[in-house]
């Protein structure tokens, strides 16, 4: 690996003594993570039933290390959303944030997804998970992966920082700053990440930074927590990005959380200012933890009385429950207790909208809650996005197969499975996951797991 030298010169001035640690981690291994998700499974069940070499990590309670060979992305159970792929430090980022069932959380740079699939599974389908990203195409595999990890509650937008904060104004009680970044952390898992390094660059992200902090700002309730998060080295990213923020924003003090084994804290003398509450934030180094470079602050703004919460205009749910007579039909066919909420048409595309939620008027809208499926013209198709987010508890009709059998790699590859019973959808499940659906026919599963996914 050669790295760029305008990098090594800055980081054997930063380090100085601890600089050839430091360059030494380059030549190992990098670490491998999942996470769990617990909307999906509960860690005991999954221990038992677990095929790979995993280890815990210290700092996420359903973190795992897995070894290579163990390939968790070619397998049914990643299919079935039971856990995501995550890097080991990117993992801290959830459990700083913490966030609580019923809260209202905002991930604002959030593509492919990796910090807000950790939220929702803290927020337990409960509360409102706004999941948002600037370009269209990686919002689109944010949508994805929302969908695979069979998460309800969680809007999907398209939308620059400037837009959702004229929006949102001191609406959410937890902010996730993922920020975009140099990426000097990542260096040991991104060719691409080195070639794009320049200084000029790092001043660049420094910028944008300090522009997103500022629309993630307003959009905090007072009281309300907002974590920011890097994965570069760069001080101009971490310690004096948050630092001129704090002299910027009296209202906002970096809180002090439990760190964990290896975690190293942030660094006054990188910050610019005299502010010694920057130890509170954190470095996780390659040399000193098992996962690439990160570095976290979280921030608290304080409560103010004088704040009076702003007129808001919430979605305006569907009023004419004619509309739904086929999708009623279809739940009363296929659910053991039909679920309630409010229901939202975009085009044909039906939604319970999580509760709370404000108006989408003047929003690019990606996914806009949990989505149900189509309504044809006189009938419902249920979207594979239903599917992932049902248990075999909810559905009348359901059939778990062994993620090593041969049906369930006939399912995967969209084949047909012959069978006996009532006619319907049915729940289609690996090893009680619930994966996609089928529907039976004259003794036949009829294949629905979309085209775009099958396995070759
Ligand atoms: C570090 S990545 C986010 C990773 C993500 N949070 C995860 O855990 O999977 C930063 C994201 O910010 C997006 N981004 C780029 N420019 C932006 C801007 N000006 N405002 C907001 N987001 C931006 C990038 O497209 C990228 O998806």
Not at 247 to 255: M, Y
Not at 363 to 375: D, E, F, S
Request: charged share 25%; with cysteine.
């Amino acid at each position: 690996m050669s790295l760029p030298k305008d990098f090594l010169d800055k980081m054997q001035e930063l380090l100085q003594d601890e600089y050839d640690l430091f360059i030494k981690s380059y030549e190992q291994e990098k670490s491998l993570g999942l996470r769990l998700n617990l909307l999906k499974t509960d860690k005991d069940h999954f221990i038992k039933i677990n095929h790979m070499h995993l280890t815990p990590i210290p700092w996420v309670l359903e973190g795992f290390f897995y070894q290579q060979a163990d390939r968790p992305g070619k397998h049914p159970y990643h299919e079935a959303g039971v856990y995501y792929i995550q890097e080991p430090s990117a993992m801290s980022v959830g459990t700083f944030v913490g966030a609580l069932p019923g809260e209202r959380v905002l991930d604002l740079c959030a593509a492919p997804g990796g910090k807000s699939t950790h939220l929702a599974s803290q927020l337990q389908n409960d509360g409102l998970l706004v999941t948002n990203e600037i370009y269209p195409q990686r919002a689109k595999i944010l949508s994805q992966n929302i969908e695979r990890m069979g998460v309800k509650n969680a809007v999907v937008l398209n939308e620059s920082p400037q837009t959702l904060a004229k929006h949102f104004p001191s609406f959410f009680d937890r902010i996730v700053v993922d920020a975009p970044c140099s990426g000097e952390g990542m260096f040991r898992k991104d060719e691409v990440a080195q070639e794009e390094w320049s200084l000029d660059n790092v001043l660049n992200c420094a910028s944008r930074q300090a522009d997103i902090l500022e629309e993630a700002a307003t959009m905090l309730r007072p009281g309300g927590r907002m974590v920011y998060s890097t994965c570069t080295f760069a001080p101009e990213e971490n310690e004096q990005a948050i630092a001129s923020f704090i002299e910027r924003h009296p209202e906002f003090k970096i809180e002090s959380v439990d760190s964990y084994e290896g975690f190293s804290e942030g660094r006054v003398e990188w910050s610019g200012y005299e502010m010694e509450e920057i130890k509170r934030t954190y470095r996780l180094w390659p040399h000193r933890v098992h996962g690439e470079g990160h570095y976290v602050a979280v921030l608290k703004k304080m409560e103010d009385p004088e704040v009076r919460e702003p007129k808001r205009q919430f979605v305006k749910p569907l009023k004419d429950k004619k509309k739904l007579a086929p999708y009623l039909e279809f739940a009363k066919e296929t659910f053991i207790n039909v679920p309630s909420g409010d229901y939202v048409l975009f085009g044909d595309q039906l939604y319970i909208v999580p509760s709370g939620m404000l108006s989408f008027d003047g929003l690019k809208v990606v996914r806009a809650g949990w989505h149900l499926g189509t309504m044809k013209k006189n009938r419902f198709e249920p979207s594979h996005a239903l599917a992932l987010s049902l248990n075999q508890a909810d559905v009348k009709h359901s059939i778990s197969l062994a993620a090593d059998s041969e049906e369930i790699a006939t399912y995967l590859r969209g084949g047909t499975l012959p069978f006996e019973g009532e006619k319907g959808w049915y729940l289609i499940c690996v090893d009680g996951y619930s994966l996609g659906w089928a529907k039976l026919a004259n003794h036949m599963l009829k294949n629905h797991y979309p085209k775009g996914l099958r396995w070759n």
